[in-house]
């Protein structure tokens, strides 16, 4: 069985919540660094990300799309591996079954890559959508104080008051290198 990174796109690898994925789409200077180094340590990295922009119309399905692969083009450019990336076009009011929390893509990925989710960590920033995605995937979750992270935390902790995180991390990097130090410690 494998293990994964569950990654968050958005207020997580880069940008914000109301950021387009087009050409002004920026990663972290953390990210690269972050996705690599799971990568290196035997982690597929995989993302799931909510972008109701598409169904709102901000963009479309094509637009996102052509975007996504510039992005994917410039991490495999870095080094980067990205193993998939599940996308959830829908908007909340559409009650779909892909809109993260709903494991969903998760109980994919697992089938897809022979995933153990005892082995692998969601890591976002939001505690509504990342960390109750990680409860209802039986998986372990870092939430990141990037995007939306210390809001999560603060006045928006009632939204996911039934679970906590496993770890909070300043950013992605700190967050890999988290996870990491807490496998050695239980070696």
């Known amino acids: 069985m494998n ?14 919540s109301q950021t387009l994925i087009n050409n002004n789409f920026k990663f972290f200077d953390q990210a690269v660094p972050a996705l690599q180094k799971a990568d290196e340590n035997g982690f597929l990295n995989i993302i799931i990300t909510n972008q109701s922009h598409i169904a709102h119309e901000r ?5 996102y799309n052509d975007s996504l692969g510039k992005l994917l083009n ?3 450019n870095e080094g980067v591996k990205i193993a998939e990336v599940y996308t959830c076009p829908h ?3 559409d009650n779909c079954h892909c809109k993260k929390p709903q494991p969903f893509f998760v109980r994919e990925a697992i089938k897809k890559y022979d995933l153990d989710s005892k082995k692998c960590y ?14 209802n995937s039986d998986m372990k979750s870092v939430l990141v104080l990037t995007g939306e992270g210390i809001e999560s935390l ?19 990097l700190d ?9 050695i410690e239980d070696l």
């Open 59 to 63: 963009m479309t399905l094509e637009e």
């Open 154 to 172: 603060t006045k928006n902790r009632h939204l996911w008051n039934e679970t906590k995180p496993t770890h909070i991390a300043e950013d992605c």
């Open 91 to 93: 908007a909340r009011k």
């Open 74 to 76: 410039k991490l495999e």
């Open 175 to 183: 967050a890999i290198e988290k996870i990491l130090f807490k496998q």
């Open 122 to 135: 969601v890591v976002g920033d939001s505690g509504k959508n990342d960390m109750l995605l990680a409860k």
């Open 3 to 16: 293990k994964a990174i569950i990654w968050d796109l958005l207020g997580t690898l880069g940008a914000d």
